[in-house]
């Protein structure tokens, strides 16, 4: 099955957007491109099904660094309510934020729920407060993506004490760590 979004091209930086530190500041607002987008209104993302993993989330036409791709939506859940959220079947779509709520994108969420790990991760997702003081996760571009290429980030998942070879990766990236654990060093 294919669906295709438009997407959302970035008008302003919040100034609650965070980025991974150890990333060297891509979507910095200097870095992003402030001006109305020539291809606004135009198909630039499918869902499709990846070699990855299920479904995943390909560019149409070439998007620039720092592009927003969207933000992860779905059912909220309070770290309270995560106790007695409905267990999930063999796909997870949850995204925990750092106040300790979740976004499950399998109840309400929109096709950003599709984009698949890798290593080396073309996009990124960012925490960034909205007009209202809720934390979200907007998903952007870390660097020029080629049409046909499938958009991808690094889950870093929070396994516990869990053993990071339940989670294998299967992104083929050269770098590939073999898990989509984030692995401490």
Known sequence: MRRSWTGEMPTRMASGLRGDPAIADPLAPS???????????????E????????????????????????AYEGRRYSPHEMRERPEDG?????????????????????????INHSC????????????????????????????????????????????PANYACRCGAANCRGTMAWLMS
């Open 47 to 70: 869902v499709r099904p990846s070699a990855i993993h299920g479904d995943g989330v390909f560019a149409l036409h070439g998007l620039p660094p720092g592009w927003r791709v969207g």
């Open 90 to 114: 063999p796909v997870t779509y949850a995204f925990g934020l750092s106040d300790g709520t979740l976004i499950d994108a399998a109840r309400g969420g929109n096709a950003t729920r599709h």
């Open 120 to 163: 080396e991760p073309n996009c990124q997702a960012q925490e960034q407060m909205d007009d209202d003081g809720e934390l979200g996760i907007v998903i952007r571009t870390r660097r020029r993506i080629r049409a046909g290429e499938e958009l991808s980030i690094d889950y870093r998942l929070d396994i516990g004490s869990d053993d």
């Open 31 to 45: 870095a992003v491109n402030e001006m109305p987008s020539p291809l606004a209104g135009v198909r630039l993302l």
